[in-house]
């Protein structure tokens, strides 16, 4: 990932980061725009030479059109010549001119805005594409302290937001910068007195603006940040929309996003009626100014200080800068929303990624892990409760080719295990190796392609089933999806379906059952022929006939490779070569089943206590 790497959000962030409640600034958001559009640059620079001549035209066709008026009152016999110093072209000829400006104008405005509008999106569609590529290498400690659906708000509602910001905002934004200074030369040029007056009106504007705009800045963000609100809540309740309804919870839930609308909503109308009041209080002195100048300037007509012709340029160009200067008082205020979704977006590519392809040892695409594995005196605390220790001298070694278990109750730290030999956490104490290296001399994302889980609790994606096989190893063929298939005892009800392995799955794979389901995940664990397995309770959650299948699919997966299963139900891992019994956070029995249910310590204790003993011939006597 490239575009996420800490070279590029350095130079997005810049040296002007700000703190998490505070938005970010205009420049920050330009210079993040700047860095998408890198690559199309001349793109850029050409809709802002476009963007200015287009500026120009229209402050041309303001003369043009007050040239038109004095030539049209010169034909009629009035003197519009100032004391005879001044001449204007005919009628025809200022009517075609004025028609040549028009077309120039209109074109350079079509390429400055498809241009715009073009950069807008790209920037929009490679930033997504940076921010999630960014967000899925994070490591899973951010992801257990964040709630998904502010992660989606960001990804969606803000670089939306954004995107409306880089389409129309930024090019309004610039071509009114640009008339407002154009317009007001133009008023110098045509008459200093009347400009000089509208130099009067200055400090007012920016007296409005400087005090509207600290306002609305202060509200903006926490706008941003209680609209994310709503997103976790739809995002919770989708998901878990099965135990809304078996709980007849939609009312409850209904009631609970409108408390977090009606929260967003107090702020957000705030925020808009001083918005309002913003651009009112701005049009009011502007138009005072107008009446003022409209007064004056018939004086000036009247003494003979200006020309009919002149004074319609001068207040037609003192429009253009008056709808300029309005519209950026309305574009300020938008500005302020867009610094608080850049704050939140710079905010996520901060979050420093996990260091996936780092390491002593650089292993080659075919190198293998033997399957060897030692815990050695771990110790781990999760980061959301540091006061609970759920490994504490921990040790455990397994030998290259060996299944073993893990049993023990709940909160005794086997899935704790699995999250530290994936690498998903990084014990606190001790040291974690493989093949006897330490783990981290290993690239992180070579060592978990050495790995493979089939979870309890199946996920899969919302494509076909092909694509759910080939997520185990990307790019493998249809034969070998297929094989991988059969192997899994999955192609029997895969062939009865009627698109076979292109039978879209449903969301989560709800269209499927859940042992159709376990076996596809096993099926992909077969495709990616991984050197250390790890089984969690696969088959627990199934009726009789499925656990059949799945136990036979599973027998000939985890011939020949370092399997770990963790274990729910005891009865199911009596045929490990070892099991480790784990009771607060260490392994506190080792040995076969029969071996420690003979011996009558905690482990008796828990088969009796689900009735999973062994009958007297099942006993493996101590040697």
């Not at 509200?219 to 998901?239: F, G, K, M």
């Not at 109308?269 to 918005?275: C, F, K, L, P």
């Not at 001399?441 to 089933?465: H, K, N, S, Y």
Request: glycine share 10%.
């Amino acid at each position: 990932m490239a575009d996420a790497s800490p070279e590029n959000r350095a130079s997005i962030a810049g040296d002007e980061a700000q703190p998490a409640e505070s938005s970010a600034t205009p420049l920050q958001a330009l210079r993040l725009y700047l860095d998408l559009c890198r690559g199309h640059r001349l793109r850029l620079v050409v809709a802002v030479g476009h963007l200015l001549v287009g500026i120009l035209g229209h402050l041309v066709f303001v003369v043009g059109a007050g040239w038109l008026v004095d030539s049209t009152l010169s034909t009629l016999g009035l003197d519009v010549s100032m004391g005879g110093t001044r001449e204007r072209p005919g009628i025809d000829t200022v009517g075609g001119f004025l028609f040549l400006t028009m077309v120039v104008t209109l074109y350079c405005t079509y390429v400055d805005m498809s241009r715009f509008i073009e950069l807008g999106e790209r920037a929009a569609g490679r930033l997504r594409s940076r921010l999630f590529g960014h967000l899925i290498e994070l490591p899973v400690r951010f992801f257990e302290s964040t709630r998904i659906g502010d992660l989606s708000s960001r990804l969606l509602a803000d670089i939306a937001l954004l995107q409306e910001t880089w389409i129309n905002d930024l090019r309004t934004y610039v071509k009114n910068v640009f008339m407002l200074v154009g317009a007001v030369i133009l008023l110098f040029v045509l008459s200093p007195s009347l400009g000089g007056l509208v130099l009067l009106t200055v400090p007012p504007i920016v007296a409005v603006s400087l005090w509207s705009g600290a306002r609305i800045r202060r509200e903006s963000a926490s706008v941003q940040d209680r609209l994310s609100v709503t997103s976790v809540i739809i995002e919770e309740v989708l998901t878990a929309i099965r135990s809304v309804k078996t709980f007849a919870n939609e009312a409850h839930e209904a009631r609970r996003f409108q408390g977090a609308i009606d929260e967003f909503l107090r702020p957000a109308v705030r925020v808009a009626r001083h918005r309002a009041g913003y651009v009112c209080l701005i049009l009011l002195v502007l138009f005072s100014c107008i009446i003022l100048l409209m007064w004056f300037g018939s004086r000036q007509i009247a003494a003979g200080h200006l020309t009919v012709g002149d004074f319609t340029a001068f207040m037609s160009a003192l429009v253009l800068a008056a709808t300029a200067g309005g519209l950026l008082a309305e574009l300020l205020g938008r500005f302020q929303r867009m610094g608080g979704a850049t704050r939140r977006v710079i905010e996520l590519l901060d979050e420093t990624e996990e260091a996936l392809d780092a390491g002593s040892v650089q292993p080659g695409p075919e190198e293998r892990l033997s399957g060897s594995m030692t815990f050695r005196d771990v110790g781990f605390h999760y980061p959301s409760r540091p006061e609970v220790a759920v490994l504490e001298g921990f040790d455990l070694e397994v030998k290259p080719g060996e299944r073993i278990a893990l049993v023990g109750p709940s909160g005794a730290g086997k899935s704790t295990v699995t999250s530290l030999l994936f690498r998903l956490h990084d014990p606190e104490a001790g040291e974690l190796r493989f093949d006897d290296r330490p783990a981290t001399d290993f690239p992180l994302r070579w060592l978990r392609g050495q790995m493979a889980m089939v979870p309890q609790e199946v996920i899969l994606f919302g494509g076909t089933l092909a694509e759910n096989i080939a997520y185990g190893r990307p790019g493998a063929s249809r034969e070998e999806i297929e094989e991988a298939a059969r192997q899994a005892n999955a192609w029997e009800f895969i062939e009865r379906l009627p698109e076979g392995l292109d039978t879209r799955v449903g969301d989560r794979g709800v269209q499927i059952s859940g042992g159709q389901r376990q076996r596809i995940a096993i099926a992909r664990a077969i495709l990616k022929d991984p050197a250390i397995l790890v089984l969690d309770e696969a088959t627990s959650s199934l009726d009789s006939e499925n656990e059949r299948l799945v136990q036979e699919a599973l027998d000939g997966l985890t011939r020949s490779r370092t399997t770990l299963v963790i274990a729910h139900r005891l009865r199911t891992v009596r045929e490990a070569d070892r099991i480790a019994v784990l009771r607060d956070g260490r392994v506190v029995e080792e040995g076969t089943h029969g071996v420690l249910y003979e011996a009558g310590g905690y482990y008796r204790a828990l088969c009796d206590a689900e009735g999973a003993g062994i009958s007297d011939q099942s006993v493996v006597k101590s040697p």
